[in-house]
């Protein structure tokens, strides 16, 4: 296996890239639910500083991520019509504005609410805005929204590439894997 992707399967970089960032939102999905369900404690604090920390961690791989995949060859589509290549590349477009868009509006979050965000409980990152008691709530709801537009959206990323291995018999999920 090559680190750079072929015109037929993906590199070993960018499967690393993918099942990171995976591994990561499919832990922060979950950590940010239970953090908000907790009454305000040291515990909350720990939690949110958890899901923030590895929030950033998201926004820093799908960064380079995407410049790994502006600068690499991308394996040709298996879609069977032009209709499913379409919304493959919609969804993944969606994905990839989701998984931007969640760090940073949570990071306005905290900023606006004036909670500074510390990765790890060590490095503190600057204040992306001011204190703003609207701002927080406009990102906070763009935040949350978010979310569910991202499970959806991960629903049909998923059932698709079950379909892709199971039905069509093809070899979308293999290339992708290791």
Same mark, same amino acid.
């Given at each position: 296996?090559?680190?750079?992707?072929?015109?037929?399967?993906?590199?070993?970089?960018?499967?690393?890239?993918?099942?990171?960032?995976?591994?990561?939102?499919?832990?922060?999905?979950?950590?940010?639910?239970?953090?908000?369900?907790? $009454? /305000?404690?040291? @515990?909350?604090?720990?939690?949110?500083?958890?899901?923030?920390? &590895?929030? *950033? !961690?998201? =926004?820093? +791989?799908?960064?380079?991520?995407?410049?790994?995949?502006?600068?690499?060859?991308?394996?040709?589509?298996?879609?069977?019509? $032009? /209709?499913?290549? @379409?919304?493959?590349?919609?969804?993944?477009?969606?994905?990839? &504005?989701? *998984? !931007?868009? =969640?760090? +940073?509006?949570?990071?306005?979050?905290?900023?606006?609410?004036?909670?500074?965000?510390?990765?790890?409980?060590?490095?503190?990152?600057?204040?992306?805005?001011?204190?703003?008691?609207?701002?927080?709530?406009?990102?906070?709801?763009?935040?949350?929204?978010?979310?569910?537009?991202?499970?959806?959206?991960?629903?049909?990323?998923?059932?698709?590439?079950?379909?892709?291995?199971?039905?069509?018999?093809?070899?979308?999920?293999?290339?992708?894997?290791?």
């Amino acid at each position: 296996m090559t680190i750079k992707n072929t015109q037929a399967r993906w590199g070993w970089l960018s499967k690393v890239f993918h099942w990171a960032t995976a591994l990561l939102i499919f832990i922060q999905i979950p950590l940010g639910f239970y953090a908000e369900s907790l $009454r /305000l404690s040291p @515990l909350k604090i720990d939690v949110f500083i958890w899901h923030k920390s &590895l929030g *950033m !961690l998201v =926004l820093l +791989l799908v960064i380079v991520r995407l410049l790994w995949r502006i600068k690499i060859t991308i394996p040709i589509a298996l879609a069977t019509s $032009r /209709l499913e290549k @379409l919304l493959a590349s919609a969804a993944h477009g969606v994905l990839y &504005l989701l *998984m !931007l868009a =969640l760090p +940073l509006s949570g990071w306005i979050t905290s900023a606006a609410a004036n909670f500074p965000v510390k990765l790890f409980w060590l490095i503190p990152l600057p204040p992306i805005v001011g204190p703003d008691d609207g701002l927080k709530s406009i990102a906070a709801e763009v935040h949350e929204i978010c979310v569910f537009v991202l499970i959806a959206i991960l629903v049909v990323h998923i059932g698709a590439a079950l379909r892709h291995h199971f039905m069509l018999g093809d070899s979308a999920l293999k290339r992708m894997w290791f």
